[in-house]
């Protein structure tokens, strides 16, 4: 029964989770029409410094596994915190230590992360670290949160919002 609870509150919390994302794409797509450019282009921004902080939550759910006593992956500590720097450099403003890199560029960095922490916990699963459901509802979250990933790096894109 607890597990049950735990696996329907994850996936709840999960499926909330995902609203800045698709906020921010669906504010993106609706400006200049509903909203300002400038605003929309706020949204952007959340969604980027929101993705960076769940990119270093799930880093660091998975160093955490690491520390188990039955622990049966032996991966070092240093992909997460390599990971969480990424994310880090993601978010830093534009001219910072000299450091460059467009707006969509920020968000591919972002879907990458996710994608290898995905493939990550994946391997977590079949190893027995995590149950079984939490690789289903990784696989569904990090497609939700990649497809609007997709559509913001789109919409910036077609702005020519590099």
């Known amino acids: 029964m607890a597990k049950n609870r735990q696996q329907a509150e994850m996936t709840k919390l999960g499926l909330y989770g995902l609203a800045p994302f698709f906020i921010a794409a669906a504010a993106l797509w609706a400006s200049p029409t509903v909203l300002a450019p400038r605003v929309a282009l706020g949204f952007h921004q959340i969604a980027l410094v929101y993705g960076a902080v769940i990119v270093a939550y799930l880093a660091g759910a998975g ?22 720097l990424a994310a880090f450099a993601a978010i830093i403003p534009d001219g910072v230590f000299s450091l460059y890199l467009g707006a969509v560029w920020r968000h591919v960095v972002i879907l990458v992360l996710l994608a290898y922490l995905l493939m990550r916990d994946l391997n977590a699963v079949n190893a027995g670290l995590f149950p079984k459901w939490y690789g289903a509802l990784r ?9 609007a990933l997709l559509l913001i790096i789109s919409r910036l894109l077609i702005w020519g919002y590099y």
């Open 63 to 84: 160093a955490g596994t690491s520390l188990a006593p039955a622990q049966k992956l032996r991966e070092s500590f240093v992909p997460g915190q390599l990971i969480t």
């Open 139 to 147: 696989t569904r979250l990090t497609f939700w949160a990649g497809l």
